[in-house]
């Protein structure tokens, strides 16, 4: 028996080992896709990693750091569209900034370039940003790939519309309103995607405010020609209340202020 005993606490001690090596080779070295094959390879230099239980969150929290791109920032962000309560319904292009400044994703409709559907409407989605924690700009921006199907009908017909609505964090969930409730509001937003010119300043903006929000992106594989874009606005309108939607103008739309959140 005695000699069997020590069998198995040697046999323990040895997993134990194996079990704590293993461990640190995970945590320290984060999963990135390669560009072979879309595999999953170790990549030590990003790391992203949850930050404190989940009474300790605002929303849920991220810290992105090891970022090459845009000179190794700190960032964090909050997961939520309503880190605070929207807008009075009165005030609707403050509505409309807030809820962009907010989303994380947005549905993004293209018309369709691609058999059988060609001239159809086509409806994906996708994350957005419009800045960083420090500054909000109100111009939806996206990180896109040409092997998108919404891209390929961008390629054709670069006009696009997207919506975002309260529904997409928890605020119309605790007042207990639908999605197609007037008073959880929605803005929808019409105009043509522009590719940014790589290097240029608001191309280097763009990747930081959509790494900012999103920081996983900043992983994906070089592969798929990943390229950064705006939609150039040419309507904005807002539902939040009873009685229909309110036209917003462009130019009030951007001057608008929000809080700092």
Same mark, same amino acid.
């Given at each position: 028996?005695?000699?069997?005993?020590?069998?198995?606490?040697?046999?323990?001690?040895?997993?134990?080992?194996?079990?704590?090596?293993?461990?640190?080779?995970?945590?320290?070295?984060? =999963?990135?896709?390669?560009?072979?094959?879309?595999?999953?390879?170790?990549?030590?230099?990003?790391?992203?990693?949850?930050?404190?239980?989940?009474?300790?969150?605002?929303?849920?929290?991220?810290?992105?750091?090891?970022?090459?791109?845009?000179?190794?920032?700190?960032?964090?962000?909050?997961?939520?569209? @309503?880190s605070e309560d929207p807008p009075p319904h009165s005030?609707?292009?403050?509505?409309?900034?807030?809820?962009?400044?907010?989303? =994380?994703?947005?549905?993004?409709?293209?018309?369709?370039?691609?058999?059988?559907?060609?001239?159809?409407?086509?409806?994906?989605? =996708?994350?957005?940003?419009?800045?960083?924690?420090?500054?909000?700009?109100?111009?939806?921006?996206?990180?896109?790939?040409?092997?998108?199907?919404?891209?390929?009908?961008?390629?054709?017909?670069?006009?696009?519309?997207?919506?975002?609505?309260?529904?997409?964090?928890?605020?119309?969930?605790?007042?207990?309103? @639908?999605?197609?409730?007037?008073?959880?509001?929605?803005?929808?937003?019409?105009?043509?995607?522009? !590719?940014?010119?790589?290097?240029?300043?608001?191309?280097?903006?763009? !990747?930081?405010?959509?790494?900012? !929000?999103?920081?996983?992106?900043?992983?994906?594989?070089?592969?798929?020609?990943?390229?950064?874009? !705006?939609?150039?606005?040419?309507?904005?309108?807002?539902?939040?209340?009873?009685?229909?939607?309110?036209?917003?103008?462009?130019?009030?739309?951007?001057?608008?202020?929000?809080?700092?959140?």
């Amino acid at each position: 028996m005695g000699v069997h005993n020590v069998k198995i606490s040697v046999l323990l001690t040895i997993l134990t080992f194996i079990c704590t090596v293993s461990s640190v080779w995970i945590t320290s070295k984060p =999963l990135q896709r390669t560009t072979s094959g879309d595999k999953f390879s170790r990549r030590p230099n990003v790391v992203i990693r949850p930050r404190a239980t989940t009474g300790e969150m605002n929303a849920n929290r991220y810290v992105l750091s090891g970022l090459g791109d845009i000179n190794s920032v700190k960032l964090s962000m909050s997961n939520d569209i @309503d880190s605070e309560d929207p807008p009075p319904h009165s005030q609707v292009t403050k509505m409309a900034r807030y809820i962009v400044s907010q989303s =994380l994703w947005t549905s993004f409709a293209t018309i369709s370039s691609r058999s059988p559907t060609t001239g159809s409407p086509f409806a994906t989605i =996708l994350s957005i940003s419009d800045g960083t924690k420090e500054k909000s700009t109100g111009i939806p921006y996206f990180y896109m790939t040409p092997q998108d199907l919404s891209v390929m009908d961008l390629q054709v017909n670069p006009n696009a519309s997207i919506v975002m609505s309260l529904a997409q964090g928890t605020y119309c969930d605790s007042h207990k309103y @639908d999605p197609e409730d007037p008073r959880c509001a929605i803005v929808s937003i019409t105009g043509h995607i522009v !590719k940014l010119k790589i290097g240029s300043s608001e191309e280097k903006f763009a !990747k930081a405010a959509i790494f900012y !929000k999103h920081p996983i992106m900043s992983t994906w594989p070089k592969s798929h020609a990943w390229f950064c874009a !705006k939609l150039e606005i040419v309507n904005i309108l807002v539902r939040d209340y009873f009685g229909g939607v309110s036209n917003i103008n462009i130019d009030e739309y951007f001057n608008a202020t929000l809080p700092t959140y």
